[in-house]
């Protein structure tokens, strides 16, 4: 009656053992599994941080440009004026209508 209590109980810690050992081997394969999806993950993420950093440098281009177009801007803005001036104080001119608008835009 003892051996046979020992045999079963040696038989539910051997089917507990092989159970443990099956679970262990699920843990593995999942871990492998999260680790590759995390692999991925990551190189997505690299990625993306690359087009960001990538873009980032494209809007600073951009804004550099726009920072040297509003200097120019000005600097035609001024060149415009001058032209005007010249047109208007040139006793050949013709046509009044450059030198009103000229005016106009002084004033306001």
Known sequence: MVKESLETKQKILMNALFLIKVNVLMSDAQTSALKLNSEK???????????????????????????????????FQHFEGLLKN?????????????CVLNDKTIKN
């Open 41 to 75: 993950t990551i190189k997505e993420i690299n990625k993306k941080y690359e087009e960001l950093n990538e873009f980032n440098k494209n809007l600073q281009k951009i804004y550099q440009k726009w920072e040297d177009l509003k200097i120019n801007i000005t600097d």
């Open 86 to 98: 010249a047109i208007c104080n040139n006793s050949q001119n013709d046509d009044i209508n450059i």
